[in-house]
T-cell receptor, first 113, second 113 residues
Framework: DSGVTQTPKHLITATGQRVTLRCSPR?????VYWYQQSLDQGLQFLIQ???????AKGNILERFSAQQFPDLHSELNLSSLELGDSALYFC????????????FGPGTRLTVT | GENVEQHPSTLSVQEGDSAVIKCTYS??????FPWYKQELGKRPQLIID?????GEKKDQRIAVTLNKTAKHFSLHITETQPEDSAVYFC????????????FGIGTKLQVIP
């Protein structure tokens, strides 16, 4: 157990809908990263937050957005969902401040039908 | 931006043999190189990492080497065991104004008993 939690574990929804994925980082970690992993694909970096502020952006679609709250938990919002958005979404956290080790949560499996 | 190439994409070895996975990166400003192991349906887990000021690091049967001049780094697993079967990802972290971590495509390692 990495100490990073993600909810829900599984999510099944229809095209055009909007969903919110939630991540709680390890205690003390200030950085949160979001990744998308499609079937048999690598890890695509989406976005990173550090202590509530956006720090880096990857290949994140405009239909997707994220935020990190004062208690450091983070949410990834996916809207106008398409079939191609079906994937495993991982959150990872790291302490920041020179410590780059990332610890991954168990992931949320999103299925868009 | 940073580009990380990883090969081979699949690797089969006999139990007890060694396995080597290689990665190259494009941005000479990258300074942190982790390796992750992902078993089927599970989260990626950090198994070893190396910083740019170190040429080699070892942890039991796992070692990582870094050649900054050539911009490549490798994962070496000795005395492989069936439980080493998994997908392995390399990654590189850019040390500039943002903290994006770029992952390789992954190597599926199969250890044959």
């Amino acid at each position: 157990d990495s100490g990073v939690t993600q909810t829900p574990k599984h999510l099944i929804t229809a095209t055009g809908q909007r969903v919110t994925l939630r991540c709680s980082p390890r205690s003390g970690d200030l950085s949160v990263y979001w990744y998308q992993q499609s079937l048999d694909q690598g890890l695509q970096f989406l976005i990173q937050y550090y202590n509530g502020e956006e720090r880096a952006k990857g290949n994140i679609l405009e239909r997707f957005s994220a935020q990190q709250f004062p208690d450091l938990h983070s949410e990834l919002n996916l809207s106008s969902l398409e079939l191609g958005d079906s994937a495993l979404y991982f959150c990872a956290s790291s302490p920041g401040q020179g410590n780059y080790e990332q610890y991954f949560g168990p992931g949320t499996r999103l299925t868009v039908t | 931006g940073e580009n990380v190439e990883q090969h081979p994409s699949t690797l089969s070895v006999q139990e007890g043999d060694s396995a080597v996975i290689k990665c190259t990166y494009s941005d000479s400003a990258s300074n942190y190189f982790p390796w992750y192991k992902q078993e089927l349906g599970k989260r990626p887990q950090l198994i070893i990492d190396i910083r740019s000021n170190v040429g080699e690091k070892k942890d039991q049967r796992i070692a990582v080497t870094l050649n900054k001049t050539a911009k490549h780094f490798s994962l070496h697993i000795t005395e492989t065991q069936p439980e080493d079967s998994a997908v392995y990802f390399c990654a590189a972290r850019y040390s500039g104004g943002y903290q994006k971590v770029t992952f390789g495509i992954g190597t599926k390692l199969q250890v044959i008993p």
